[in-house]
């Protein structure tokens, strides 16, 4: 079984910076990439950035520039550095991951964590 748990969320308030992490648990054999999604009440889902196994970024439009993925290969964890936060910034985030397990059998998984919350409000 694979787990992603998330941490880091909260309340800030405009302008502040929150860091979330999301630390992936299990037999795991390779993580082809990690993802950060937001959803806010009313909206769809949305990607807020993506890091893959070669440490390639794609981020949204509405966060490039204050917001920075990485990523530690060695602990499984993914991280959002999340700067310069705006109200419109306000969601649950969800940590995703692509990755590949093995116990005796070889299997892909499409992983989503809980979600933590972010609100940014003075």
């Known amino acids: 079984q694979v787990q992603l748990v998330e941490s880091g969320g909260g309340l800030v308030q405009p302008g502040g910076s929150l860091r979330l992490s999301c630390a992936a648990s299990?037999?795991?054999?390779?993580?082809?990439?990690m993802g950060w999604y937001r959803q806010a009440p009313g909206n769809e889902r949305e990607l807020v950035a993506r890091i893959t196994s070669g440490s390639s970024t794609n981020y949204a439009d509405s966060v490039k520039g204050r917001f920075t993925i990485s990523r530690d290969s060695a602990k499984n964890t993914v991280y959002l550095q999340m700067n310069s936060l705006k109200p419109e910034d306000t969601a649950v985030y969800y940590c995703?991951?692509?990755?590949?397990?093995?116990?005796?059998?070889?299997?892909?998984?499409?992983?989503w964590g809980q979600g933590t919350q972010v609100t940014v409000s003075s």
């Open positions: 995703n991951a692509d990755l590949t397990t093995y116990d005796h059998i070889l299997r892909a998984w499409n992983k």
């Open positions: 299990g037999s795991i054999l390779r993580i082809n990439a």
